[in-house]
Structures are given as C-alpha cells and as structure tokens.
C-alpha cells in the first residue's frame, strides 16, 4: 500500500521508471566491472606485477590505453544520458495543471490539516489527515508548515516534498486508480514523527462529489439528551479550545477539525483505526498513545465520557 514500487499516477511512474533504469544500467556496469576485475586477477595469475609491466610490448601497451579511453568515455556518455532523462523528469515533474482541484496541505506537529480552496468561501472545507481525491484529475497541493519542516510524502502518487515554515511549496499528481494510499511525514520533525501518517482516498468523481457535500454539511444541535449533554462536555471541558465542530460555537484550528470524524478511517494521523475503545482511550488519554503529543489528557467523569464519545460518533 505504501510502496514506490507500485506507481499510480504518471508523475510516480516517471520516477520509478527512472529509478529502474538506473538500477538497470548501474547494475549491469557494476557487473561487467567486476567481471573484468576477476578475469584480470586470474589471467595475471602465478606472475609478479613488476615482470609484467615491464614486458608489456609497446603495441598491447597502446590497446590498453584505447580501452581504458574508451571506458572512461562510455562512463562520461552514460552520466550525460542520465543528467538529461533526470532533468526531464524533473522538469515534467514541476509542470503544474492550470485546472484542478487546490488543496491547502499545512504540516503540524504531527498531524495535517487540509484545506480544499474554493473560490466561493461556503464551499471551503477544512478537515485533517485524510484527503479525498477525484480520481483521473490533476490535483495540486500547497504545501506549508505551522512549526518546523515537515515533508508530504506518497509514495505510490509521487516523491517527496518539503514543507518549509513561512514558505509555500507546490506539488501535483493525478491519480490513475481509485484507492487508498498511505503517505507520510518523511522529514524528522519531533517526538511524534513516526506517527504523522495520511492517507489519500482517490474516488470516482460522483462519489468524491458526494463526500464533499456531506463533509461541507454543517451539524445541527442534537436532539437526544445524552448527544446534547455531549455536545455540552464538549464546549465547556476545553476541547472547544483547539478543535472545530462545523455549526457550533467549536471554532478553532490548533488540533484536527472534528467536524465529521466519524467519516475519517484512522485517529491521531493514522496512529489508531477510528473505533469506540480507540476513540475512549484517546480522549481519556492521548499522552499514553503519543507521547508529547499536542493535546492534553482532559479529567472527565465517566458519564461525562460516555456521553462525549457518543456526541463525537454522532458526527458523521
Ligand atoms: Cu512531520
């Protein structure tokens, strides 16, 4: 799943091809190489280095110095061949699509928030660690950093790129093949590194369309009392402090938007599968999970847990 050996989009292809050739070409020099040095080593077998040198005769002495000409020449073609196919990759590489979907992708430690740019301001969206995807577009991503350097990495859809604080880089890809592809912080950037994966979930474009609209649907206030009472813990115990739930007063962006948590698969940037005892044991205590994390074990008396986790699952 997280492998650069699998390439699915044209942008991935083009540097596994180049790796390939690489491998390909420095192998089979490597092999002749030893090769040679082998049949030397037998060939000159039995006698001393200094008889030999000096019974070379003045015509095998020119040959050898023609091969070792020719040898160093074949290196030097072979290294221009390759600085040319690198720099066109490259250079295809950096090409960005005018059209296509922009998503804002800001790297914190250790997790990322993602931010699909509209020009109309209601159909913005903001949510965290997993990015949907039409798939068969060009897709372009910026890149910036809230703390330190991170990097975004998918190894299946391209290469790496940094994201560099008070800086914004551009990356794109295209996705050939629905799916869900793992990515990865790739850059060290604290405590918590590791444990800073996403995923990108590339879907048919109706079926894209049809998350999008769900993920922009704001939440109306709960009507059941424990939901209602969850929503309260929920305001008055500090989450409200770092997080968002869409359509209440929850408006903040130092932790993950919570607004529809229940359609994300993972917790805590790929950290734990979302399911109830993961999500209760995060909130009870998220330091155990990932230590030095950036959220802190909050003290909630049973119910008041019970009805948190509830109002949360109801978030779909
Ligand atoms: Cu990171």
Same mark, same amino acid.
């Given at each position: 799943?997280?492998?650069?050996f699998?390439?699915?989009?044209p ?25 040679? %040095?082998?049949? &030397?080593?037998?060939?000159? *077998?039995?006698?001393? $280095?200094?008889?030999? !040198? +000096? =019974?070379?005769s003045?015509?095998t002495?020119?040959r050898?110095e ?35 979907l ?72 295209? %996705?050939?093949? &629905?799916?869900?592809?793992? *990515?990865?912080?790739? $850059?060290?950037?604290? !405590? +918590? =590194? ?28 709960p ?65 155990a ?28």
């Amino acid at each position: 799943m997280h492998s650069f050996f699998n390439p699915t989009s044209p942008q991935a292809r083009a540097v596994a091809h180049l790796w390939w050739w690489m491998l390909g070409v420095g192998g089979v020099i490597w092999i002749g190489v030893a090769a040679i %040095a082998v049949y &030397a080593a037998l060939a000159n *077998g039995g006698h001393r $280095e200094s008889d030999d !040198l +000096q =019974h070379v005769s003045p015509d095998t002495h020119s040959r050898m110095e023609r091969v070792v000409g020719v040898a160093g020449f074949a290196t030097v073609l072979v290294l221009v061949g390759f600085l040319i196919y690198d720099f066109a990759v490259g250079r295809a590489l950096a090409q960005h699509p005018q059209r296509g979907l922009t998503i804002q992708i800001t790297g914190q430690q250790w997790w990322w928030e993602v931010e699909y740019e509209s020009p109309d301001p209601s159909q913005r969206l903001v949510t965290a660690n997993e990015i949907h995807i039409p798939v068969g577009e060009p897709v372009q991503f910026k890149l910036r950093a809230a703390d330190v350097i991170h990097s975004f990495w998918a190894p299946n859809l391209n290469g790496k790129r940094d994201l560099i604080p008070g800086y914004m880089s551009t990356i794109w890809f295209k %996705a050939d093949t &629905a799916g869900v592809y793992r *990515g990865q912080c790739a $850059e060290f950037c604290g !405590l +918590q =590194h590791a444990k800073m994966a996403f995923y990108i979930v590339a879907d048919p474009r109706p079926k894209f369309n049809a998350w999008y609209a769900a993920s922009s649907q704001p939440h109306q206030t709960p009507t059941d009392s424990t939901l209602l009472y969850g929503q309260r813990v929920f305001m008055t115990s500090g989450c409200a402090v770092c997080h968002t739930i869409s359509g209440t007063q929850a408006q903040s962006n130092v932790g993950p938007s919570l607004s529809h948590l229940e359609s994300r698969s993972t917790i805590a940037a790929g950290t734990l599968a979302n399911n109830h005892a993961n999500l209760m044991g995060w909130i009870v205590n998220p330091q155990a999970i990932k230590p030095g994390t950036r959220m802190p074990a909050i003290p909630l008396e049973p119910n008041q847990l019970t009805a948190l986790v509830a109002y949360l699952e109801s978030l779909k």
